[in-house]
Every structure is written in C-alpha cells, then in structure tokens.
C-alpha cells in the first residue's frame, strides 16, 4: 500500500482577535496595561505594548491535508506575512510528502528558509506547519499527539499562572503567580521601589509559600536587573523571567551568577531552535528555559531543544501555548510543570487561552488538568466554526 502524503497545506487568518496571538486584545486588556518592554524607554510607547505594534501579526491557522482527506491543523502567531510564506514556500516542500516524515519535512523547511529565516516570522510558519502535521499524524493513528512523543510521564500536569493577581491564582488553585514588570530602567529608582512595593503586597496577599514570578520581558540591562533582583530579595521571588533582549546570552550568563541565592533565571520565550537553545544552555545562562511551542520550531523541534536541556540539568516549562504544551509537557520528566496565561481581561477568571479561536480547548481546573483530559486524537482540538477564516494566499488546489 502507498503511503499517505500530504495533499495540500492551506494557511487562513481569523477575522477575530485573540487566538494565538494573544497580545491581540481589545482595550482595556491588563496584557496591555503598562507592561514594561524593550521599547519602554521611548516615552511614548510605555503604558502600553500595542502602542508599538505587539499585537500587529495576529493568528495565523496552518491546516495540512492528506492524500485520504484528514485534516491536521495548528494556530501560531504571524498572521498574513506568516499566511504567505507557508502557502508561497513551505507548501511546496511539504506538498507530496509523506505524512510521517516529520524530520524530514522540518529539516527541508528550515534549510530552505535560512536566507531570510533561523527565527522568528519564518520559525513561526514552520512551528505553525509542524504542529498541524503532528495533529494530523495523531488523527491518522486515532492517538492523542502524547502517545506518539512516547507517552505521559505524569497523570495530571499541575499549572502556574501569569497574570496580574497571584491572589486570585493562588485560590484557583495554581502553584505560583507571574506576574509582569510594569517598571522598567527608564523609570530608574522610583520605578525599582514601585515594583519592590507592589511585589511585597502581593506576597502579603499570597502567603509565604506560593511562588511569585516577575515577567521583565526583555526589558532590562545586566546592571538594573541585578539591582532589582537583590532589590526583591525578600519577596522571594521563585524566578526572574526574561530580564534582557534575547540575544545578550553571555548578559544571561553574568546575571545568572549575580542573581540571590534562591532565585532561578528564566529566559527563552522568544528563541528558536536547538541553536539558540544550546548557546543559553553552554553558557550556564539559565536554569529554566521556556520554548514556545508555536515559535520556536514546533514539536519536533522542541523535542531536541528539551533532551538539549535534560543533559545539561535545565528544566524546560513552555510559554503558553495551551493545548500544543499540555501533550509534551505530559511526556517530559524535566518539564515539571506548566504555565497557564490567564486570558481574562481582569485575570481573575481561567478562561481558553486561545479564545475564541478553538473547541475543546482544555484548561485547568483547581491548578490541575488530568492527562485523561488530552486524551483525542491529534491535539484534541476544533477550529470553532464561529470564528471565521479567510485564505489570502489561496492557490489552486493540487
Ligand atoms: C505577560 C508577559 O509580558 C507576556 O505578555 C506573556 C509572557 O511573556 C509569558 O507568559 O511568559
Ligand atoms: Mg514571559
């Protein structure tokens, strides 16, 4: 018998926002509330991140069909440039191939795209491609995507929050709070003592023993991070997460050494590849590293960055991305835990974290989700008719 090969690769935007582009909030939204950044040393753009443009990409939605007609699809973020590279170039490496040659495809689609790619927009079209042939290879064996990684390791994945109210997580049951850095070096002093102040209420409010965590999303330097981090000493704060630019490895390294006994550095939410992986884990830079599933490479990616960090004694937990976390997370023994993004516009309700794009978007409940809970083919998930896609990029069908 021949085997499957993918028939066509269809890219489509949501006319909603939100998806996987979750900076693509209306207003009002505390994801956009004075959050600092890299760009908040330009006055104007600090109250908020859309202000410069976060929440411009949206979601993108990749969709793979094979040769008998099953679908697999993914969302990711890159909205209509992302839409136009999988249908203008990564279709025709992926068109005609067989459905299970996952590392084949991804080698092909990285080689190719090294001219203009290695990471970001182009990384997040092939993360977008590679999820949706991993859906569509778990659709095809009628096994959830966990079962193929080798299976759970675990029973139930335990979450943390991030979000603007670690109290609030706290009773919903979660294991620690992240909260975001409002205050960054262009507010100097006074922005280090309004952070060391809202950081010691929310500890008052959490208690002792619930982790708090402090997102600075790229927005520090070496010296105003380790000034903040001895500034939060006695906050306790589990981990710094993402203090500086993505590419300041050795800054990460020399952090890391001037950090408080007791705190972890966390960092690689905006990295791609086994490549730049290795260079945070070489230099000793982190002691947890936190892929998107979506944009650094997919899951046969990930998948090499997590044993990259087993060998080296680092702890893997994923940014967000939901459901595409929840099944490699249940597989792995050094991703513990998981992270939860809290999508209510007051943070104070577990909402889908991709809505309103899926169905079937599992969430925890009490801080918990049951691997039972993932337990369908592929991700598990639907697209919600409701929301409706456009194809831009539409070519004729093969
Ligand atoms: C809240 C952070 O600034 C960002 O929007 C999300 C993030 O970095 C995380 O979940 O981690
Ligand atoms: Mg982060």
Sequence with gaps: MSPLTVRAVRAYLPD???????????????????IASPMAKYAEYRASRQSFGLHLLGTVVVE??????????????????????VENHLAKLVEGAPVTELERIWDRMFLSTLHYGRKGLALNAISGVD?????????????????????????????????????????????????????????GEAGIARTVAALAQLR?????????????????????????????????????????????YWGHAALRKRLPA??????GEHEATRYGFRLLLELG???????????????????KISALADAHGALVVPHGSSVYSYHF????????????????????????????????EPVP?????????????????RLDPSCELRRPYRRPSP
């Excluded at 029973?155 to 850095?181: M, Q, S, W």
């Excluded at 330097?221 to 203090?243: F, I, N, S, T």
């Design 16 to 34: 909603a926002g939100g998806g996987a582009d979750y900076h693509d909030q209306p207003a009002g939204h505390w994801i956009d509330d004075h």
């Design 64 to 85: 793979v069909e094979a040769s008998d007609g099953t679908v697999g699809f993914a969302p990711t973020t890159g909205g209509e440039p992302a839409a136009w590279i």
């Design 131 to 187: 999820l949706a042939l991993w859906d569509l290879a778990g659709k095809l064996r009628g096994e959830p995507v966990h079962a193929l990684l080798g299976g759970a390791v675990r029973d139930e994945l335990v979450f943390y929050a991030t979000g603007p109210r670690p109290d609030v997580a706290r009773d919903l049951g979660f294991i620690g709070g992240k909260v975001p850095l409002r205050h960054g070096p262009a507010e």
């Design 204 to 248: 008052d409010a959490v208690g002792p023993e619930f982790w708090l965590m402090l997102d600075c999303w790229m927005s520090l330097d070496v010296r105003h991070a380790a000034r903040l981090a001895h500034a939060l000493d006695a906050v306790g704060l589990r981990w710094l997460e993402e203090p500086l630019l993505p590419d300041d």
């Design 262 to 267: 007791g705190m972890l550095l966390s960092s």
């Design 285 to 303: 830079a982190v002691d947890i590293l936190q892929p998107d599933v979506g944009w650094c490479g997919g899951l046969t990616e990930l998948l």
């Design 329 to 360: 997370v249940a597989t792995r023994h050094n991703s513990p835990f998981a992270e939860f993004l809290m999508m209510h516009p007051d943070g104070t309700e577990v909402v889908p974290m991709f809505r309103p794009l899926l169905l079937d």
């Design 365 to 381: 409940r009490g801080g918990r989700l049951a691997v039972s809970e993932l337990d369908r083919p592929g991700f598990g998930v």
